[in-house]
């Protein structure tokens, strides 16, 4: 048997492994933070663990009734598209892989909430002082947002490499 590519090697730990650590933090989440939306103090009311669900997406946005089929659709076809750039990814590209395991994985961690309970995601971080919070999030919203922001600094990179490396329409191209 052949060796796995550098991609491979990056991306499917990378995505097993968070969404492992996204259900089974879930899984204690509700069966230990109860009862729901009563904070449990970590270090001190900064950080605290914090039972929530959320029937919406990012920051409690729903789309009315038919919330949960909505999302869980778009979570399908989300999946569906970072698999087809991990496809198209080089096979040493390993951060583009890694970005794109971070994603995934949090994708399905949230699409398995919503398929699972028509009460939302299971979210438990809860960040702020005092009445100052951020909204509640769980491992899954970690790993989107690290993995959009390390894919977005990646294509960035490489669309700035690309502008360098493309001469201006009308330079000359001669050297006297």
């Known amino acids: 048997m052949g ?11 990378l995505l097993l492994v968070v969404l492992a650590l996204d259900v089974t933090t879930k899984s204690l989440a509700v ?3 109860v ?16 039972l929530a669900y959320n029937p919406g997406a990012s920051f409690g946005i729903e789309v009315g009734p038919y919330s949960r089929v909505v999302f869980i659709t778009l979570a399908a076809l989300a999946v569906v598209i970072l698999g087809q750039l ?21 994708a399905l961690g949230n699409m398995l909430d919503r398929i699972k309970s028509g009460r939302g995601v299971v979210d438990f971080i809860d960040l702020g ?16 947002t690290l ?25 000359s191209q001669s050297v006297s």
């Open 35 to 50: 009862p729901e939306y009563v904070p449990h103090e970590v270090l001190g009311d900064w950080v605290q663990l914090t």
């Open 3 to 13: 060796r796995s590519s550098p991609k491979a090697s990056r991306f499917w730990p």
């Open 86 to 106: 991990y496809r198209a990814t080089a096979p040493g590209d390993r951060a583009r892989a890694a970005a794109l395991g971070l994603v995934t994985a949090g």
């Open 129 to 144: 002082v005092g009445s100052a919070r951020f909204y509640t999030f769980n491992v899954a919203d970690v790993a989107i």
């Open 31 to 33: 069966e230990h933070l």
């Open 147 to 171: 993995g959009a922001v390390l894919l977005a600094w990646i294509l960035w990179q490489e669309d700035r490499k690309q502008s360098l490396a493309t001469p201006i329409v009308g330079e």
